[in-house]
């Protein structure tokens, strides 16, 4: 819990808790449970009064993860938390769906015009083995009928 507060604290103020030159000042810094006040400016008593709460230097004097949430003073903003941490998975599921019907229909579209070029494919080499055999049943026309009209008998 106290290290809850020294990140609340720190994303508030944008400083550390208990900044310190060495290590016997942070200690004794930590003791006294001694830091600046976060600004009543941008942020609630609410707010300023969990920090103060959850840096006690005492941990006894602390309060528990259960204690905390059920607070009553920050009843209403945890279920607005949990609200919305509810709404984000929801909008999260919903996007990755999305794109999974996108890549779906991607690959069907990519799948289907491989088996077009493949019978396209198929269907030209066919064609050359027929105008092959057309062409190679010993006419001069090549099967075509450009042969001179006088050779044949009428």
């Given at each position: 819990?106290?290290?809850?507060?020294?990140?609340?604290?720190?994303?508030?103020?944008?400083?550390?808790?208990?900044?310190?030159?060495?290590?016997?000042?942070?200690?004794?810094?930590?003791?006294?449970?001694?830091?600046?006040?976060?600004?009543?400016?941008?942020?609630?008593?609410?707010?300023?009064?969990?920090?103060?709460?959850?840096?006690?230097?005492?941990?006894?004097?602390?309060?528990?993860?259960?204690?905390?949430?059920?607070?009553?003073?920050?009843?209403?903003?945890?279920?607005?938390?949990?609200?919305?941490?509810?709404?984000?998975?929801?909008?999260?599921?919903?996007?990755?769906?999305?794109?999974?019907?996108?890549?779906?229909?991607?690959?069907?579209?990519?799948?289907?015009?491989?088996?077009?070029?493949?019978?396209?494919?198929?269907?030209?080499?066919?064609?050359?083995?027929?105008?092959?055999?057309?062409?190679s049943q010993g006419?001069?026309?090549?099967?075509?009928?450009?042969?001179?009209?006088?050779?044949?008998?009428?």
């Amino acid at each position: 819990m106290w290290s809850l507060g020294c990140v609340l604290y720190e994303l508030c103020s944008l400083k550390l808790a208990f900044p310190s030159d060495n290590f016997v000042s942070l200690v004794q810094s930590i003791c006294r449970g001694s830091y600046a006040p976060i600004s009543k400016k941008h942020y609630s008593s609410k707010l300023s009064d969990l920090i103060q709460v959850l840096l006690r230097p005492v941990p006894e004097r602390r309060p528990s993860v259960e204690q905390l949430l059920s607070a009553s003073t920050l009843e209403k903003e945890v279920q607005n938390y949990l609200d919305y941490a509810h709404y984000l998975l929801r909008e999260t599921e919903m996007a990755n769906a999305k794109q999974e019907e996108r890549q779906r229909v991607e690959r069907e579209r990519i799948s289907s015009n491989q088996e077009e070029r493949e019978r396209i494919s198929s269907h030209s080499s066919k064609d050359g083995e027929c105008r092959e055999r057309v062409g190679s049943q010993g006419s001069n026309d090549a099967g075509y009928g450009s042969g001179p009209l006088n050779s044949v008998p009428l």
